[in-house]
């Protein structure tokens, strides 16, 4: 309770066990492989509010919406997270278990760091979710260290991982820009 963060190194029968407590208690910040080995860091925010502090209604494909979020880092530093909510509220029932997208990018449309998952850490796919639920989905974005200090944008969107198709919004677009974020 004391830290903010954890670096994991998955290893023996406990892991599964201890991965799904990470996942639902945490948010995965970087997950990288060195040989057969790998290491996980987690980032452990705030409890994310029950309603965004910026609200909106963007309209996926698939009836899924969302319909605001919070930014807890609205600046950070490079080589750190950034924590970010999305609340997501599905028309109907979803058929398919789709992936959110979160890029940092910069003016130039650089890609500065990135966060691809189902939501909830995996947990909460969308094919699970019921109409008209509120899903309140943490993410850790990492600003990559040799990230230059300036503003920065967030690109939140989803995709079919069978295909990498991403889903699109009603005008065309198959991302929203969400921000800014300052990294130092």
Not at 56 to 65: K, S, V
Not at 89 to 100: L, S, T
Not at 110 to 123: F, K, S, T, V
């Amino acid at each position: 309770a004391r830290h903010s963060e954890i670096w994991y190194l998955p290893y023996s029968a406990e892991r599964a066990e201890v991965e799904l407590w990470l996942d639902a208690h945490g948010v995965r910040v970087s997950h990288q492989w060195y040989g057969h080995a790998q290491l996980v860091r987690y980032a452990f925010p705030p409890a994310a509010p029950a309603a965004p502090s910026v609200s909106l209604t963007a309209r996926f494909e698939q009836g899924i919406n969302l319909q605001g979020y919070t930014l807890a880092t609205p600046s950070v530093a490079a080589g750190q997270p950034i924590l970010l909510t999305l609340y997501w509220q599905a028309e109907g029932k979803i058929a398919k278990p789709y992936k959110v997208f979160v890029h940092l990018l910069d003016g130039n449309e650089h890609l500065w760091g990135q966060q691809d998952m189902e939501p909830g850490n995996g947990l909460r796919p969308t094919n699970t979710w019921l109409p008209g639920q509120m899903v309140i989905d943490t993410y850790g974005i990492l600003a990559l260290p040799a990230a230059p200090a300036g503003e920065y944008r967030l690109a939140v969107g989803w995709y079919n991982p069978a295909d990498g198709v991403r889903l699109k919004l009603p005008d065309g677009a198959d991302r929203l820009l969400i921000g800014p974020v300052q990294v130092q």
